[in-house]
C-alpha cells in the first residue's frame, strides 16, 4: 500500500476491493493516473482508493505525471519533552526543506532546522519515517517526498521563526495544546506524529 497527501486529502494505491462510503478508481493499464484526474474523483471526500493488482505499478505510474523533489526535516524534542511547531502559512507545520545538491538526508534535516528555526544545538536521534504529498507549483505537478527525524535540542536556545519563508511563529509544545495543533494541521504532519509515539 501507498499513501500520498494533497493537503489533507489521502490518495491510497492498494490491492484488494472497494469499501463502502470510499470512493475509489481502478488502476490498471491504461487508466488516467495524473493527479489532475484523481483530484477531481475525490469529490467531497478526504481519502480516495486507487485499487489495483500492482499498487507499486499504479503509484509509479501516477508519480510519472510529475516531478519528483526531495525533503527533509525533524520532530525537535526538548529536555522537558516539549515539541517545536511553527506556524507557516496558517498551518502549524515541523521544519523540513529540499536536500541541496551533495547532502544526506541527515544534513538537509539539521540545517533546514538550524534555517527555519535558529536551533543549532540539536542532535539527530535516528529516522521517523518518509512522507510523500503532492501540489501544483509553477504551472507543473510535483511530489515532494520528506525524510523525517527525531531530534533533540541539547540548548537553551529560543527559537526564532525565518519569516522570508512565511513562518510567522515557532512555539513549544506538549500535551493537549501539541495534539490540537497536529490535529488541525496536514496529513503528512499527522503521519509523523504516528510515527513519533511509536518510536519507543
Known amino acids: 500500500m501507498q499513501i500520498i497527501w494533497y493537503e489533507n486529502k489521502a490518495l491510497v ?46 503509484f509509479e505510474t501516477f508519480l510519472s505525471h510529475t516531478t519528483v523533489v526531495e525533503a527533509a526535516g525533524g520532530v525537535v ?16 507545520d515541523l521544519p523540513k526543506g529540499h536536500v541541496e545538491k551533495g547532502e ?4 538537509a534535516a539539521l540545517r533546514e532546522v538550524a534555517e527555519e528555526t535558529g536551533l543549532r544545538q540539536v542532535r539527530l536521534l535516528g529516522p521517523l519515517t518518509t512522507t510523500r504529498h ?34 510567522t511563529e515557532t512555539r513549544w509544545m506538549q500535551g493537549t495544546e501539541l495534539w490540537q495543533a497536529v490535529a488541525g494541521s ?6 509523523v506524529f504516528d510515527a513519533w509515539t511509536k518510536k519507543e
Open 134 to 167: 503532492f501540489y501544483r507549483m509553477h504551472g507543473r505537478w510535483e511530489t515532494k517526498c520528506t525524510w523525517w527525524y527525531g531530534m533533540r535540542c541539547e540548548g537553551d536556545e529560543t527559537p526564532v521563526p525565518q519569516t522570508e519563508e512565511d513562518i
Open 104 to 107: 544526506s538526508h541527515e544534513e
Open 13 to 58: 494505491f492498494k490491492s484488494g476491493d472497494a469499501e463502502a462510503d470510499i470512493p475509489c478508481v481502478r488502476g490498471g493499464t491504461g487508466s488516467d493516473l495524473s493527479p489532475a484526474n484523481l483530484l477531481q474523483k475525490f469529490d467531497n471526500n478526504n481519502i480516495l482508493y486507487v485499487l489495483s493488482e500492482n499498487p507499486r505499478h499504479a
Open 77 to 92: 524534542e526538548d529536555g522537558t519533552g516539549r515539541i517545536l511547531m511553527m506556524r507557516r502559512r496558517g498551518w502549524w
Open 186 to 191: 496536514y496529513g503528512t504532519i499527522r503521519e
